[in-house]
């Protein structure tokens, strides 16, 4: 992308991972994952447990999940991951070892307390007593008997997502829930004496003002929890919000996909006030979304460094890491084609799981490019010397187009670091689209949306 680029939306993108699951393709022939994970650094791995089910879908939602899923089909799936789990640890071998884990979705609080049971029974084929391990909830799933199994089975970290305090607010980010419901969730956490607690609040859905988001970063804070994430509303192809904007009037009160520069004003002021608000009330920014207290360690598992070490998936929505392959199963959006692939899973013989199906093959330069990207968009940025002791280059030399966000003011460049200033990171949604290669876009661009 041309600098020029710089200039439009600092709302392009959200990379959670690069290169994003758009870029993948089938990998032909499918490599046998012995032979993905040979020679690879095996001694502090991430292990992330995908449930692809929800009790209703969020209108911002563009995860893969279903929502209200047959309770058979629920049972087929958790007897499916431990199938998987079974071929996925005996390719990998006993020499394999995990720093962290982590449950997502979808909703794993979804399951009902017997059936967590069994998916940590799963779990602890992999997991040394005391390993870190985090779980996401949500208000209506949060129930003192799963929030019992999660504790009694090691959890260590709770995320929530709240979004928004706001009975209204909710209801406008398509996802109806009462405080009332929020609350005593929340309650229920801090019952049972997790380690963390983290709280998803979002900021700049419509109808929200200065004065409501004060009230929910307000509520969220009485709670003390370690850490909160705080995301700019996006409207995605395929979700909710997408669907009921194509379907009104556009003078409406409905953000859209196009371009709107007055609502990316709202985010910008919106998100400049949550920074301020969580820095006075005691918490360090580590990312644009990422805040935790600062009484804690900034890392909770200081073993486990995303840019070097891998990460091993589980579940059709789950992705794996090695240093120069990514891969996974089929991605989608919409509905029906969640349900596909969730059938899909479902029906394959155990030996599948012997094999990486989709993916992506991360050349050196896209070695390089992921391992900027994922330290830049931190707070604390690239650290030079390891940049330099993993390529044996500069990151400077390597990316010279940095000098066009240090001659905007937007990064610092010591010996030691490469930093985003407070306004490269407030623009970290614009910065890092910008930095995708153009091999990396053309793939993302070309897959139609489902």
Partial sequence: MTAASLDG?????????????????????????????????????????????????????????????????????LAQLHRQAARVA?????????????????????????????????????????????????PATATPDRLAVLRDRGTTRISIGVQSFLDTEARAAGRPQRRTEVERALAAIRDQAFDELNIDLIYGIPGQSRHTWEQSLAAALRWTPEELFLYPLYVRPLTGLSRRAA???????????????????????????????????????????????????????????????GMVGLGCGARSYTADLHYSFEYAVAVGQVRAIIDDYLRRPESDFDHAEVGYRLDLDEQRRRWLITSLLRADGCDQAAYGARFGSRAVDDFPQLTVLRDRGWLTATPDRLVLTEAGLARSDLIGPWLVSRRVRAAMSSRAAR
């Fill in 9 to 77: 939306t600092p709302y392009q993108d959200y990379l959670y991972g690069y290169p994003h699951k758009t870029a993948y393709r089938p990998l032909r022939p499918r490599p046998a994952l012995g032979e993905v994970w040979a020679g690879q650094s095996r001694d502090a791995l991430m292990l992330y447990l995908h449930l692809p089910f929800c009790e209703m879908r969020c209108g911002f939602c563009n995860l893969f999940t279903r929502s209200n899923p047959p309770a058979d089909q629920v049972r087929a799936y």
């Fill in 90 to 138: 005996a390719a990998l071998g006993d020499d394999a070892r995990y720093a962290r884990f982590a449950v997502g979705g979808g909703t794993p609080t979804y399951l009902a307390a017997d059936e967590l049971s069994s998916m940590f029974d799963l779990i602890d084929r992999f997991r040394p007593a005391g390993t870190p391990t985090a779980v996401e909830t949500s």
């Fill in 247 to 309: 379907g009104r009037d556009q003078s409406a009160d409905a953000p859209t996909d196009v371009p709107d520069p007055a609502w990316d004003t709202q985010r910008q002021a919106l998100y400049r006030q949550g920074v301020d608000r969580l820095r006075a009330a005691g918490y360090r920014q580590l990312s644009m979304r990422h805040f935790r207290r600062a009484d804690l360690p900034v890392d909770a598992v200081p073993e486990y460094s995303c840019q070097s070490d």
